[in-house]
């Protein structure tokens, strides 16, 4: 069998109506726009609606996607969802999306979780099982509503997260070198305690004590998460490029993981690479974890920021923590 490419074939995102503002932020903690904007670069991120879970989302940005690659849903056989934020702790979202989506029965559907480096892992997983020849065509989400498992009376967290999610329907194409070129995922194990939801799974089951004590929302050590982040999506971007043998000049646009304005300027200094080179939208969004990436992804296509033969590098993060780089050509 002659060796396919697998290639993002379209892409579509969603964003809930509800915008919070800093301001409205600084109602609710003792905080300020001023030190939002400044140490993280966030003015606003939307927030789902109660009855609004992460699978309706989700369903919204795949069938963008779907619409803007002429795949109908009969024809997907395979759909990764990255998130941490399932509908229900069981079966996956992915289950939920086959039937809110009308995937075939046929379709295989399951959940990644990789925290926000999930949009990144599950890509990759999902280019290689279409690769393989098994699977013809994939839908690839990330979907999530960070907005339930944030603490609203925690300065430190509240303030960066958001809720979303963004698509991309994967297929194959007979022309090399173009779509997904390569991938480099890493995961730091030891470093789970600095962002982690401490309580309610199988090592410290939920108690009353324990949702009175808020240790079932996530728990970060912020300044620590910061270095690590600069350090792995430098890393996993250098390595890639040299994998590859190619300049950071080469690359026409970095789409990384929406956490923290700072965190990309960084990135941006250390490959030396400006800024204008980098997508940004995590003024409009803040850290919107595996939805980050797709939605960035589908905002630059239909902006225009991505043209035929363009290289893309995508770079992530996330709690594990793992990391990772995609390199994509279109
Ligand atoms: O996808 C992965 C998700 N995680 C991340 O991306 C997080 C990476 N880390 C960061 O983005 C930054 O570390 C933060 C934005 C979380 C914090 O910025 P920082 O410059 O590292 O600030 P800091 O944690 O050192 O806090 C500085 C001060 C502290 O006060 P003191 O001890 O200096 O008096 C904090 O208590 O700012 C205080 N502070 C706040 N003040 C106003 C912390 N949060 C807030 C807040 N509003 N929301």
């Not at 991309?168 to 995961?187: A, E, H, K, N, S």
């Not at 009353?208 to 240790?215: C, L, R, T, W």
């Amino acid at each position: 069998m002659p060796s396919l490419s697998t290639i993002i074939l379209g892409t579509g995102s969603y964003a809930p109506e509800r915008v919070l503002t800093n301001a409205e932020l600084s109602k609710m903690v003792d905080t300020s726009d001023e030190w939002i904007r400044t140490r993280s670069g966030i003015r606003e991120r939307r927030i789902a609606a109660p009855g609004e879970a992460t699978s309706d989302m989700g369903v919204q940005a795949a069938r963008r996607a779907l619409d803007d690659a002429g795949v109908t849903p009969a024809e997907i056989d395979l759909l990764i969802v990255a998130t941490m934020t399932p509908d229900l702790p069981m079966p996956a979202a992915a289950c939920i999306m086959q039937h809110k989506l009308g995937l075939p029965t046929s379709a295989a559907c399951f959940d990644v979780n990789a925290a926000c480096t999930g949009f990144v892992y599950a890509l990759d997983t999902a280019c290689a099982m279409v690769a393989s020849g098994r699977y013809r065509k994939a839908l690839v989400v990330g979907a999530e509503k960070l907005s339930t498992i944030v603490d609203w009376k925690d300065r430190t967290t509240c303030v960066l997260f958001g809720d979303g999610a963004g698509a991309v329907v994967i297929g194959t194409t007979p022309q090399p070198d173009v779509g997904l070129i390569g991938t480099r995922l890493g995961t730091l194990g030891e470093s789970v305690d600095l962002l982690c939801i401490p309580n309610g799974g199988s090592s410290v089951p939920a108690t009353p004590e324990s949702i009175a004590a808020g240790s079932h929302f996530m728990k970060m050590k912020g300044k620590e998460v910061f270095k690590l982040a600069v350090r792995v999506m430098d890393e996993a971007a250098r390595d890639i490029l040299e994998q590859h043998h190619l300049r950071a000049d080469q690359i026409s646009l970095v789409i990384p993981h929406q956490a923290n304005l700072r965190i990309i300027e960084a990135i941006s200094q250390y490959l030396e690479l400006p800024l204008e080179r980098f997508f940004v939208n995590v003024d409009r969004y803040g850290n919107t974890s595996a939805a980050s990436i797709p939605l960035a992804l589908d905002e630059a296509r239909r902006a225009g920021r991505i043209q035929p033969g363009d290289l893309t590098l995508l770079v992530a993060f996330g709690a594990g923590l793992t990391y990772g780089s995609a390199l994509l050509r279109w």
